[in-house]
């Protein structure tokens, strides 16, 4: 059980950050150094930028313009005025028309997110239970132990057959939940749940990730007034000469209008891509 404990701690962390894991997660706060984004009436399309060459003119109205990229991928500029619309809805649409060009990734994440909330919604309870457990496991002959101290708690189970182990840690700001090869981690604002062979799930206030082998989801909004977001979905298996990965980036006041950039590539390392299409909403609405 102690060696269960030390995993979860471990795991938790190397998420957070680690140099050589599966899973990368960080999150930078917008300060001072994001500066006032601007309001566009009419997209400016450079013949190219960085790895990214413009297919024919911008639209006569000024609000999309198409780019094409190495080994085929291709970025596509919007601009989206907002209207009636919100500004997550109108994010949402852009999500789904990306999500339908993945659609076994898409139904792998989304059958994965299905069955994290479902087990998170059972937490509170499981941890409630443990406590009863961890009393039945006293009286029934197996060990327990219990660390209490300013700020921390500590509770183990480890029961006679193995079938039951449980481990409870308290620490000022993290909390673990571990039952057999499934652990419950929360550290401040960001909740990490694993499923021994099921892949990886972490959330924070402004950075979402769904990842396992075959698909991941990555998506971000950073905070302040302005918007500012980044949405990334990929397929570890994609088909011939399909897409591998496609998301966009997006930026713009919150009452609009926003510059959006869709990207879908057929190599999922095509980060120059990415980067490409962050410096043309850059160029049009500012950093």
């Not at 991928?73 to 999500?99: G, I, K, P, Q």
């Not at 006041?253 to 980067?275: S, W």
Request: glycine fraction near 10%; charged fraction near 30%; charge should be negative.
């Amino acid at each position: 059980m102690f060696r269960l404990l030390l995993i979860s701690a471990v795991s938790a962390l190397a998420l957070t950050a680690c140099d050589d894991g599966a899973v990368r997660i960080s999150s930078r706060t917008s300060g001072e150094d994001a500066g006032v984004l601007k309001v566009v009436d009419a997209l400016q399309c450079p013949d190219t930028l960085g790895e990214l060459t413009r297919k024919g003119s911008a639209s006569a109205d000024g609000l999309t313009c198409d780019y094409v990229g190495p080994r085929g991928a291709e970025v596509s500029l919007h601009l989206v005025r907002l209207d009636d619309t919100s500004v997550e809805d109108a994010l949402a649409r852009f999500e789904r028309s990306l999500a339908a060009d993945l659609p076994e990734a898409a139904a792998k994440v989304d059958s994965d997110k299905a069955r994290a909330d479902a087990e998170a919604a059972k937490a509170d309870a499981d941890a409630a239970r443990a406590d009863a457990e961890a009393a039945r496991a006293e009286a029934s002959g197996g060990e327990h132990v219990s660390v209490v101290g300013p700020g921390i708690r500590i509770e183990a189970q480890d029961s006679k057959n193995g079938e039951n182990d449980r481990a409870t840690v308290r620490l000022p700001g993290i909390r673990i939940e571990a039952e057999g090869d499934n652990a419950k981690v929360q550290i401040g604002g960001m909740r990490i749940n694993s499923n021994d062979g099921q892949g990886v799930r972490t959330q924070t206030s402004t950075v979402s990730v769904n990842a396992n082998a075959e698909a991941t989801e990555v998506r971000a909004t950073a905070p302040g007034e302005a918007v500012r977001a980044h949405y990334v979905l990929t397929d570890g298996s994609p088909r011939p000469g399909g897409w591998a990965v496609v998301g966009y980036e997006a930026r713009g006041p919150r009452g609009g209008p926003l510059v959006v950039a869709t990207v879908r590539a057929k190599e999922n390392d095509r980060n120059r891509v990415f980067e490409d299409a962050r410096d043309l909403v850059t160029l049009n609405v500012g950093r």
